[in-house]
């Protein structure tokens, strides 16, 4: 632990003192305020004392608890920047390293230039201090750029990513078909036998690529060239992960994604009168927990989001109070919802992505400029080549629950 850690955690500890000091000195003037204003019996005077003395009891530990978040949310940013920090170092370094040759790449002088980013130089930005079951929103971008607009809630974000180390392998899928057959057994007597239904599946590692041209001028200007390259290349590289993820429908070089194997929603045995979008996304939850999976993650379209946000009672109320979808992280249940615009609006994706799929990278992004192509060099042109190897395991299509609002909500309707 740091020093500076150290600090954290110090002054949070020295505030509470604090607080609970003020709070517990206030409380005895209160109560004894409040004795000597009662008028009635002697038990009226002790219940008043005793009223204080919980209530001051229940505000010390309601601003602990906040000290103790705002300690965690402050540690949090600390290292969240320190990493911000070392990335930022990498991805200039990579770039500084290659400035002699990417300066020298001029339209007609036949030369081209690598640029290979590790896990630091595309460093992971965190934009929220509010951790929840599916973790913090995150962005995987170039340190220090800025550049908009961007998709917000990747999913890579939230699922466990590991590293490759051939093109292709083998993995067991659990299907629908297993059955749990731990028991209780006797003296001599037969144990039983579980049958875990698994199906043995092929993983690829499949490429998502970009290209786009730039002036000569750009490469002269690293910050400028990294900035151009995130803000037109990165993003859209991004999008198309996000997409495969998803969508992707197994053929040819697409992955096999979440939504695509997930489970249809059958509502759980959750019953509902008048059933709406949250009723839909509880049953959801249920349906599976029911299975003993924990989901960590609720992806949804923004304009479904809003809506949801926006929705009213008859009286005209908010069925939702303004805080759950303004400055906190919205959830039902306890798991966190996502907007991603790479889901439809009317559909929805609840899941236990820290269980039911795996990430794996192939090779990190690779960045190629060329002088040679086209007719470039009469134009001062250059042309830029993106590039990532990506795979996508889902071991537990069970663990993942699909489906539309319009065709969910007759579902749970109670009879």
Do not use: C, W
Request: glycine content about 8%; overall charge negative; proline content about 3%.
């Amino acid at each position: 632990m740091s020093t500076e850690t150290k600090t954290i955690e110090q002054a949070a500890e020295e505030l509470k003192g604090h607080v609970k000091q003020a709070a517990e000195i206030a409380a005895k003037a209160a109560a004894e305020a409040a004795v000597s204003d009662v008028k009635g019996t002697a038990e009226d005077a002790k219940k008043a004392a005793e009223d204080f003395k919980l209530a001051s009891e229940k505000s010390i530990k309601e601003i602990s608890d906040r000290i103790d978040e705002m300690a965690t949310a402050a540690k949090r940013s600390k290292m969240a920047g320190q990493d911000s920090d070392e990335g930022a170092a990498s991805a200039m370094k990579a770039f500084t390293d290659k400035a002699t040759e990417l300066k020298a790449v001029k339209p007609g002088s036949k030369k081209s230039v690598t640029i290979e980013l590790d896990a630091k130089a595309a460093v992971t930005i965190t934009t929220g201090s509010v951790t929840t079951l599916g973790g913090p929103a995150s962005v995987t971008m170039l340190p220090g750029i800025v550049s908009d607009p961007r998709r917000r809630g990747h999913i890579r974000a939230f699922m466990n990513v590991g590293q490759m180390g051939t093109g292709s392998a083998t993995y067991l899928q659990h299907t629908a078909s297993r059955t749990r057959g731990a028991g209780m057994v006797g003296e001599g007597g037969l144990k039983p036998q579980s049958d875990l239904g698994f199906i043995t599946k092929r993983l690829d590692a499949k490429k998502i690529a970009n290209t786009f041209k730039i002036t000569e001028e750009t490469v002269e200007d690293i910050p400028l060239l990294m900035s151009t390259i995130q803000q037109e290349g990165v993003a859209d590289v991004e999008y198309i992960e996000d997409d495969e993820i998803l969508f992707g429908d197994g053929t040819g070089n697409h992955l096999e994604g979440v939504y695509t194997q997930a489970s249809a929603f059958t509502g759980g045995g959750v019953k509902a009168d008048f059933p709406n979008e949250f009723d839909v996304l509880r049953a959801a939850v249920a349906q599976l927990a029911v299975e003993h999976f924990l989901p960590t993650l609720i992806i949804l379209s923004p304009i479904d989001v809003a809506n949801m946000d926006l929705e009213k009672g008859e009286d005209g109320h908010y069925l939702v109070p303004a805080a759950l979808f303004g400055t906190t992280i919205p959830s039902i249940s306890g798991v966190r919802i996502v907007e991603n615009t790479a889901m439809p609006v009317g559909e929805f994706l609840v899941g236990d992505f820290a269980m039911g799929a795996q990430l794996f990278d192939r090779t990190g992004l690779s960045i190629r400029i060329y002088d040679q192509n086209e007719d470039d060099a009469k134009h001062n042109l250059l042309l830029i080549v993106i590039e990532k190897r990506i795979a996508l395991k889902v071991g537990y299509p069970k663990a993942f629950v699909k489906g539309s609002f319009d065709t969910a909500k007759p579902l749970i309707l109670r009879a």
